[in-house]
């Protein structure tokens, strides 16, 4: 017999699969096809199918989406977390892949450092967009020595703008990761796509031109009797000396000796003052400017939340009003400057119409006063380890979430020490009327604050924290919209201002002046305000101390918000008038309508775009929103107060200055035994503050207890900063630069109240369209707006614009874009628009705004016109 091969197919037999929670291999057993050859004998040749049973162990990887254990956790989810000083933003990675540091809090811009972050498996990054950088010129023109200041002459400030080269600094020293910056308005800001033609237009005119600089500077320099001497600017027979205040801790130093370079090559004399930002501050900030320790400096800014109305930077950044330090208070705008200042900081605009028409003006004046120039906005990274979370703000990145406190956590732990790291801490000196306002003393004492609302770190848009609800009402006609539903917007014909409002302070007789006092006949309000409180507020709200939340710690704020600008308090400050007299244009009176539940009610002038937002567009209705941020009991409060009555230290850096005393610290230094010492003062005599309007809220027996509670506090941890956030400070250790933040127990909230906000729905933008356009053909642009590979929904989506540029770079047509559907929007050129267009390369610029993520996202398109 002849034999022959014969193949067998062998078939599917059983298959039993075990699932586990993790993407961990699990063995599984499977039916495979496998071919077998055999010998069988034949006399011919047949094909016989035979099933065969094989089993095999093969593993497969099997991903399950699990629902986790709610946790049952109070407060924050980290037990401690240490804070330390790390200047080096490359020595912060290196420690976090190393596991020395769990959190580097600072937005790095440096690019062969944002590429290491990139390229690590162990790192990890939030992205941000609110960084930003600028020039701060000393505006003093002669110092006290005689020596001549080139930056007191507005038109020399202004000529700046065309000396420094922007892209230069984007590109080479930021390496791509930043944009060039003209103006006050943040790039994460809706103001900057509505304002997008105007900026365009500033941007061209203000392009670097170093030849009309020099033009500019040497005009000015001749008019104040300066002389070129061989190349080299001479005043009463001496170079005209710059001295640059550089920061080194970042790109920051490149930018200013670039700045110095600029200014050597048109014949100044520069010196280099090369500073941290500790080492910095008491020049800049603290000093007065006519001592003449600075001629620029270079400036870095951060804003803490999404900005969705950049209306008061022009107040904050150019005008007294602006910061209670000296060298704001050496600030000359112009009237007409000062006033539409004024005026958009109060909302004094009646349709957003105006309010475009008052913006475009002040940046035009901004460019002409020019006391800053603005050099770059950043997109920048803040690292962390693989197995840590937490809240991010979209503009203000890790250092400026409101809401770190409550949402950083390990995602292999409950609990735990974390060990974080930012470029300084302790900067400045902590106490809670005016203390530190550096972004990097703010983020620990955000963790240690309680607020009434924080930002959503992704919109801007504020969230109740301990509110239940509020209500807005606002002016019949005036420009306020409502998103969210916690919020409610009503519109009235005529506000009227309650009689029995508080609406002044008298400092002598220490009582409240009522509306009905300060104004002579029924006064009206353009908005009006109603803060309910959870209901159960006073009974959950308690301080690190021990001491129960009251109403006596809410009227203490208010008081302090008037009493500090009144001539008559032994507080008075200088400093404060100018701010408060801003405030008090717009501000009508507040009232507290319910004790318990507590609602408080507020009327005023100034308003903001969004209903929510208006809820904190005020001083003083809680502790956290006066001065630098921070809270604090009356009791912390009024130490404070008779320390500075005294004359023994101050609130404020420029009121210390002026009685030659120490900055008022709550935490280290030696105001901690003047602190401590008028606690024992008013322990002794059980002083309630302001006891004519307080006695009211503030019974004998609350003193005793809270100066009895403070007293421990102080023995057990040897500071005076008390707040009522999810971590207390334990220790300050001023010379080692650590700080430690301890779980609060009592802190009302669940930690998994904020969960979710991580990932945010920054949209992707796409723009397709002809490369040709015929001149005078009409031409059809689509815009693609997508979000993880699918469309955009359009009721999520606030706006997409579109500009057109033509082949000489000017902005020729500003539109908004036809939505055709989900994610799908069509920029139309009319015929007439492209018969306008000459010959050569032109480009189309869309911009897209997301209402869940307010970031502008743009993306560009040549095409040439023949």
């Known amino acids: 017999m002849a034999r022959k091969l014969i193949a067998v197919l062998g078939a599917l037999v059983v298959l039993s699969m075990v699932l586990t929670a993790c993407a961990t291999p699990t063995p599984e057993t499977i039916v495979e096809t496998v071919i077998e050859t055999v010998e069988v004998e034949v006399e011919k040749t047949v094909e016989v199918e035979v099933p065969v049973e094989v089993e095999v162990e093969k593993p497969v990887e099997v991903i399950v989406e699990v629902t986790p254990e709610p946790v049952d956790r109070q407060g924050a989810w980290l037990d401690t977390v240490i804070i330390s000083e790390e200047p080096s933003s490359d020595s912060a990675v290196t420690r976090i892949e190393v596991g020395d540091i769990d959190v580097y809090a600072y937005s790095i811009a440096e690019p062969d450092i944002a590429d290491r972050i990139f390229a690590s498996d162990n790192v990890a990054y939030e992205t941000s967009y609110g960084s930003y950088n600028e020039i701060t010129f000393n505006p003093v023109l002669e110092f006290e020595d005689g020596s001549l200041n080139p930056f007191g002459v507005p038109a020399i400030r202004e000529a700046m703008n065309w000396l420094i080269d922007r892209d230069y600094i984007a590109q080479e020293i930021c390496g791509g990761l930043a944009r060039p910056r003209f103006v006050p308005i943040n790039f994460a800001s809706t103001d900057m796509a509505v304002l997008a033609d105007v900026v365009a237009g500033i941007e061209l005119t203000y392009a670097y031109n170093p030849e009309k600089a020099a033009e500019v500077i040497t005009a000015e320099m001749e008019a104040l009797g300066a002389e070129m001497v061989d190349g080299i600017w001479q005043y009463n027979g001496e170079p005209v000396e710059i001295i640059g205040l550089i920061r080194t801790e970042d790109e920051r130093l490149a930018i200013g000796d670039y700045v110095s370079n600029v200014l050597e090559d048109i014949g100044f004399t520069v010196t280099r003052d090369y500073k941290t930002s500790a080492e910095a501050s008491p020049c800049w900030i603290s000093s007065d400017p006519v001592g003449g320790c600075f001629n620029f400096y270079t400036g870095g800014w951060v804003s803490t939340a999404i900005s969705r109305d950049e209306a008061t930077n022009f107040q904050f950044f150019y005008t007294p009003d602006g910061l209670p330090f000296p060298l704001w208070a050496a600030y000359t705008p112009t009237d007409e400057f000062y006033a539409l200042s004024t005026d958009l900081a109060n909302s004094a605009f009646a349709s957003m119409d105006e309010r475009q028409d008052m913006m475009a003006t002040a940046l035009d004046m901004a460019m002409k006063d020019s006391v800053r120039i603005w050099l770059k906005d950043d997109t920048g990274v803040a690292p962390h380890k693989t197995n840590v979370t937490l809240a991010s703000d979209l503009s203000g990145s890790i250092y400026g979430s409101q809401i770190w406190g409550q949402t950083m956590k390990f995602t292999d732990q409950v609990g735990g020490s974390l060990n974080l790291a930012m470029p300084s801490i302790m900067t400045e ?382 902005l020729v047509f500003t539109g908004d874009a036809e939505a055709a559907g989900d994610g799908y929007y069509q920029a139309v050129l009319s015929a007439e628009l492209t018969g306008k267009l000459e010959a050569g390369s032109n480009q189309l610029a869309a911009i897209a705004v997301s209402k869940r993520a307010l970031i502008p996202v743009i993306e560009t398109l040549d095409f040439v016109t023949k």
Do not use: C
């Open 429 to 810: 000196p902590w106490n809670p009327i005016a203390g530190t306002n550096w972004v990097y003393d703010m983020m620990p004492i955000r963790g240690t604050q309680g607020r009434a609302v924080v930002p959503d770190p992704f919109t801007g848009l504020n969230l109740p924290m301990r509110l239940a609800k509020a209500e807005v009402v606002i002016e019949t006609g005036l420009p306020v919209v409502q998103s969210l539903d916690w919020a409610t917007l009503e519109f009235a014909d005529e506000i009227v201002v309650p009689d029995d409002a508080w609406a002044d302070w008298d400092a002598e007789s220490q009582t409240f002046i009522t509306a009905g006092e300060r104004f002579t006949e029924t006064t009206t309000a353009k908005s009006k305000v109603v803060m309910y409180y959870e209901d159960d507020f006073f009974d959950t709200a308690k301080w690190h101390d021990g001491s129960p939340y009251t109403i006596g710690d809410f009227v203490m704020f208010m008081i302090m918000a008037f009493d500090q600008a009144k001539e008559a308090s032994p507080v008075y400050d200088e400093a404060q008038v100018p701010n408060f007299n801003s405030f008090m244009a717009a501000f009508k009176g507040w009232r507290i309508v319910s004790e318990d539940p507590f609602v408080l009610e507020y009327y005023t002038d100034a308003y903001q775009l969004d209903a929510e937002n208006n809820v904190t567009n005020f001083r003083a209705a809680h502790p956290s929103d006066y001065g630098n941020g921070s809270e604090a009991p009356w009791h912390t409060v009024e130490i404070g107060w008779l320390t500075e009555a005294n004359g023994e230290a101050a609130f404020s850096s420029d009121k210390a200055d002026a009685l030659d005393v120490e900055w008022m610290s709550y935490i280290a230094g030696p105001t901690l035994d003047i602190l401590k010492a008028k606690l024992d003062e008013a322990q002794e005599a059980n002083l309630i503050p302001y006891e004519p309007t307080l006695g009211k809220y503030i019974t004998a027996e609350e003193a005793t207890s809270r100066y009895a509670n403070l007293q421990e506090w102080f023995r057990r941890y040897g500071h005076f900063w008390v707040g009522s956030g999810p971590f207390y400070l334990q220790k300050a250790f001023p010379v080692e630069g650590t700080l430690i933040l301890q779980h609060y127990d009592d802190y009302p909230d669940m930690a998994s109240r904020w969960d979710g906000y991580s990932g945010a729905p920054i949209p992707v933008v796409t723009v397709d369209g002809p490369g040709d356009v015929a001149i005078g053909d009409e031409a059809t642009f689509d815009i693609f707006v997508d979000l993880n590979d699918e469309p955009y929904p359009s009721d999520d989506i606030s706006m997409v614009k579109y500009l057109v540029f033509d082949a000489t770079g000017q």
